[in-house]
Every structure is written in structure tokens, then in C-alpha cells.
């Protein structure tokens, strides 16, 4: 009886150790394929991409927890090929002259006295930084805003600088007071460099001094652009490289100007066809504060003139206008209309398309109610097709909803169609990665789930960064190490594109 016991034990046990190998031999495996085969980026999150050939990119990443200090060359097979140190916090990169700029802060935080911006140029045949230089040196605490002037193809023009009027680092949460100060404007400046990256500073007068600045891009020539409001005005001025004022256009726009923080929602867009015509969404506050309002313009440099399609205010009277629409293929996707974000501007032969998306977060409390995460929710979509006087030609409705801690749309332009790429479904669920592709002429709809593998379908697709390869796509899935959804690592795999 007893050994008739021992033998059934001793079963027992073979049949355990089996499935313990087993199990460790498939978890060791699974575990190599999430790493091999698109994790080259698993300590990593790219921000910004600048595009080397149709097979190869550079992107300024950032580590876990980590501000973006280094620069990664990926190319089209998903595979991190280079790696770079940067020795400062990267705000941004353009192309120039074949190679390409990185621009930094040498300080980790905005408040020490003896920060100043670099630039680094990249040699992009041999991989390597060829040179680093301080091109400005930021006086004092003065709290400052740098954003770099690009072109349609994403080479570099200028170097804006706006030198706020809040005179310290506030730390932490900065209270209304802070943030007015932060908005309003002490100095602009334009800085451009030469063949050998010396860099040449000027002063311009700009409306923005008394009102609000909004964004700067270039044109191909290299003109400087500069977008602000002020006097009831939205404002688009023209300087040379040497900051010499040559046009200005305006158009009304009646927007907040009170005591309250708020915050102005652009995108912008130059004709690649015609270099003197700009296209501009742009979301912002009524006067009072209390509705959002969002409108687009058009200003014809050459024509000397601007257009606007009028205002639309994104309430109840807008929720009921579109849901009644014929064309809207699911009313209870838009619920929130003050939710509606402007995405991107695209133009398609004699087309101006612009794409808003319904887009919301919600605070969730963790199970002890010791932290607060967010949890983003992305609705119905509207692509606004119209002609170049600003005529609206169509209206597309783009149903989706997603629940995701990363979201948003991408657009990009192929085979004379807008392609706009988005998650659908739930962690829960598992998420599907769909494309929207709009015919810019008869505002048709086609709506198609990506080939993807079901491993990837447990996280949802950064659309922030989305490479577009000539043979396919290369996607990134942030992975967050806790239910904090913080410190963001990523994987990276290719997606074909739709035929």
C-alpha cells in the first residue's frame, strides 16, 4: 500500500517537473521573442523623427524616467542600428544641409543661471557627432519658450526665442499668476546660422510683444513666420533671415485675453505647391473665457491677403449640428464637443484638408487612492475638406473609440489620399490598429484594421511615432512599468501598409 502511494507521489512529481520546465522554456521564449524582434527600443521612447532616406530615421529618445538625452538610428526593419549620447536635454532636431541639428539645454531644469542652448551637428553617412557648439546663452533666470523654424521638409530655417516676462522658475504646479506671465512677451528673438554653425541674433518687432504668440515655421526660401494674436487680431508676419519685417496679414479672431490661464491649440501647414500660401486650425477660448472656439484661415503671401472660413463654437448648438448630419455614421461617438482638437492640415492638389479629433482624459484613482493616473478616451473624428477660397467641399466623420493611456491620430499623405492611423478597443479587449483613408475629392470614407500579429494587440499603438517607410510602416508600443502608466519603455515592429 504504502509503496503503491510512493509510486503515485513519484508520478505526480515527473508530470510537475515536466510542466515546470515547460512552462520555464516557454516563458524564456516568449520572453526572447518580445525582446529580439522589435524591442531594440525597450529602454527607450522616441520623441520627434527626422527621416535620413525611405529606409532610415533618426529620433531623439528618451529612457525610462529620463528626459531625451540620447539620439537612436532606426531603420526600416525596426532595428535600432546607432546610438548617441547627448549631453544635455534634446528639444528638438532638423535637417540641414544633408546632415542634421540637434538642439539642447545644457541644464537639466529651466532655472539655473548658466543654461544655454547647443547645437550638434550629425554626420548621418558615419553615425557620429562632428561638432557641438553654445550658439546662446540665456541671461539670468529669465524663463524662456525656443522652438525651431522648419520647413515642409522638416530642414532647419531659424531659431525662434521668446523670453517670457516671468522673471524665476516657478517649480511645481506655477499658479495663474505664473502662467500670465509666462504667456506674455518680454523679447522675440531669430537666430540663424551659418555654414560653419555660427550663430547671427535678432530682434524682431512683432505684434506678439502685446499680445500672444502662438507658433513660428519657414517657408523654402527660408523666410521666417511668426503666428500671434494680438488686437483682436490673428497675425501672420514674414521677416527675412536678418529679421527684417517684409509683410503682414491678418484676420479677426476674438480670443480670451482676462486673468484666467488658458491655452491655444495650432496647427499650420504650408502649401508644398505654392510656398506663399499657409493654412492654419487653430482651437483657442472665447472672449469671456467660458466656450471653446475653434476656426481656420488661409493667408496668401502672394496675394496679399488672408481667408477665413468662419468661427465655430464647440457647444450643444455644435453637438446637435453634426450628430443630425446625414453623412455621420455614429451620433453617440461625439458627446463631448469641447473635446475636439485640431490634428493636422494637409494639402492634396487644389484641397485643403483639415482633421479635428474628439479626444478626452479622465482621472482615475488607484485601488489605496494614493496617486491619480490618466486614462484617455478617443472618439468620433472630422476631416473638413475644402477648396482654396475656403469653400467647404466636404465633411467626413470618422467613428472610432478607443480607451487607452496613449492616444491621438496620425495623418500623412499617400497616393493622393489622406491616411489617418488610430487605435481601437480597449486594454481589455486588446486594440486594434486601424487606417482611414479619405479621398480628398469626393470626401469618401475607407476604413481598414492594419495586419498586426495578436502579441501586439495587448497595447495600443504610439500614433506620435509612427515611421513611414517606402515599403512599410514602423510602429511603437509604449509599455508602462507600473499601474502609474509612468516610466514608458517601448516596443517596435513593422506593419505593411494597405494596398
Not at 526600416?76 to 542634421?100: M, R
Request: proline share 5%; with cysteine.
Amino acid at each position: 500500500m504504502a509503496l503503491a502511494v510512493w509510486e503515485k507521489n513519484l508520478s505526480f512529481m515527473k508530470r510537475l517537473y515536466s510542466f515546470v520546465i515547460l512552462l520555464f522554456f516557454t516563458c524564456s521564449a516568449f520572453s526572447q521573442y518580445m525582446r529580439s524582434s522589435p524591442s531594440d527600443l525597450f529602454n527607450f521612447h522616441p520623441k520627434g523623427i527626422h527621416y535620413l532616406s525611405d529606409s532610415t530615421a533618426i529620433a531623439a529618445c528618451s529612457q525610462a524616467g529620463e528626459r531625451e538625452k540620447e539620439l537612436v538610428f532606426i531603420n526600416k526593419e525596426a532595428l535600432i542600428t546607432n546610438i548617441l549620447d547627448v549631453p544635455g536635454i534634446v528639444f528638438d532636431l532638423a535637417g540641414y544641409k544633408g546632415n542634421v541639428l540637434v538642439f539642447y539645454y545644457n541644464e537639466q531644469e529651466r532655472s539655473h543661471e548658466d543654461s544655454d542652448i547647443h547645437v550638434v551637428l550629425i554626420d548621418v553617412v558615419k553615425q557620429r557627432i562632428v561638432a557641438d557648439k553654445e550658439i546662446y546663452k540665456i541671461p539670468g533666470h529669465d524663463q524662456i519658450e525656443s522652438m525651431v523654424g522648419k520647413d515642409n521638409n522638416d530642414e532647419f530655417s531659424h531659431l525662434l526665442i521668446r523670453t517670457s516676462r516671468l522673471p524665476y522658475y516657478p517649480g511645481g504646479d506655477p499658479d495663474e499668476k505664473e502662467i500670465r506671465l509666462y504667456k506674455t512677451t518680454k523679447s522675440l528673438k531669430v537666430l540663424t546660422l551659418s555654414e560653419n554653425l555660427e550663430p547671427s541674433t535678432h530682434s524682431l518687432a512683432s505684434v506678439v510683444m502685446n499680445g500672444y504668440f502662438i507658433t513660428t515655421m519657414a517657408d523654402k526660401k527660408g523666410m521666417i513666420t511668426v503666428l500671434g494674436h494680438a488686437n483682436g487680431l490673428l497675425t501672420a508676419e514674414r521677416y527675412d533671415r536678418s529679421g527684417l519685417l517684409l509683410q503682414t496679414l491678418t484676420q479677426p479672431m476674438e480670443l480670451y485675453c482676462g486673468k484666467k490661464s488658458f491655452f491655444v491649440e495650432c496647427v499650420r501647414q504650408y502649401d508644398p505647391a505654392n510656398d506663399d500660401r499657409l493654412a492654419i486650425s487653430i482651437k483657442y477660448p472665447d472672449l469671456k473665457g467660458k466656450t471653446a472656439m475653434m476656426s481656420v484661415y488661409l493667408f496668401d503671401f502672394a496675394a496679399k491677403k488672408g481667408l477665413t472660413s468662419g468661427t465655430v463654437a464647440l457647444d450643444k448648438n455644435f453637438t446637435n449640428e453634426i450628430v443630425h448630419d446625414p453623412q455621420m455614421p455614429d451620433p453617440a461617438v461625439f458627446r463631448h464637443p469641447r473635446s475636439l482638437h485640431p490634428v493636422s492640415v494637409s494639402f492634396i492638389g487644389d484641397r485643403i484638408l483639415f482633421c479635428n479629433e474628439e479626444a478626452y482624459g479622465l482621472a482615475k484613482t488607484r485601488h489605496d487612492r494614493r496617486m491619480h493616473y490618466y486614462t484617455f478616451y478617443g472618439q468620433g473624428g472630422i476631416v473638413s475638406i475644402f477648396d482654396t477660397q475656403l469653400h467647404l467641399q466636404h465633411r467626413t466623420f470618422i467613428s472610432r473609440n478607443t480607451e487607452t493611456y496613449w492616444n491621438g491620430l496620425s495623418s500623412g499623405i499617400r497616393n493622393g489620399k489622406l491616411e489617418i492611423f488610430g487605435n481601437e478597443g480597449s486594454e481589455a479587449t486588446k486594440y486594434g490598429f486601424f487606417c482611414f483613408r479619405i479621398d480628398p475629392m469626393t470626401g469618401a470614407l475607407e476604413r481598414k484594421e492594419m495586419e498586426m500579429d495578436s502579441l501586439w494587440r495587448q497595447r495600443p499603438v504610439d500614433p506620435d511615432v509612427i515611421l513611414r517607410f517606402r515599403d512599410h510602416l514602423v510602429v511603437t508600443h509604449p509599455v508602462p512599468d507600473s499601474v502609474y502608466h509612468t516610466d514608458l519603455n517601448c516596443y517596435m515592429h513593422t506593419v505593411p501598409y494597405l494596398p
